[in-house]
């Protein structure tokens, strides 16, 4: 097995383990104005140029997750966006 179909495992089961259910999944490489799209929030930002482009320099997985809550549940998954903070408040995020 390959370390990135073994990474894509894992990933896939942590999101199970918060309840989602993934009903739909499919890899594609996303282009510029769906990244752009997607990171509109952080238009102007220093890094969102290097964002938009990293995020369009390969394949990303699509995953459409479904539970109840799933806005919440997905942050409270994440964690803090502060990495400083995500380490003490939330640090198996």
Do not use: C, H
Request: proline residues 4%; without cysteine.
């Amino acid at each position: 097995m390959n370390a990135l179909f073994q990474i894509k495992e894992e990933i896939e089961e942590k999101i199970k383990e918060f309840g989602f259910i993934i009903s739909k999944k499919k890899t594609q490489t996303l282009t510029k104005d769906i990244a752009k799209e997607i990171y509109k929030d952080a238009a102007g930002k220093p890094y969102y140029d290097e964002l938009v482009n990293m995020m369009t320099s390969g394949e990303t997985e699509v995953l459409v997750l479904n539970r109840e809550n799933a806005i919440e549940g997905w942050r409270q998954a994440l964690g803090p966006v502060d990495p400083s903070k995500a380490k003490s408040e939330n640090p198996n995020s």
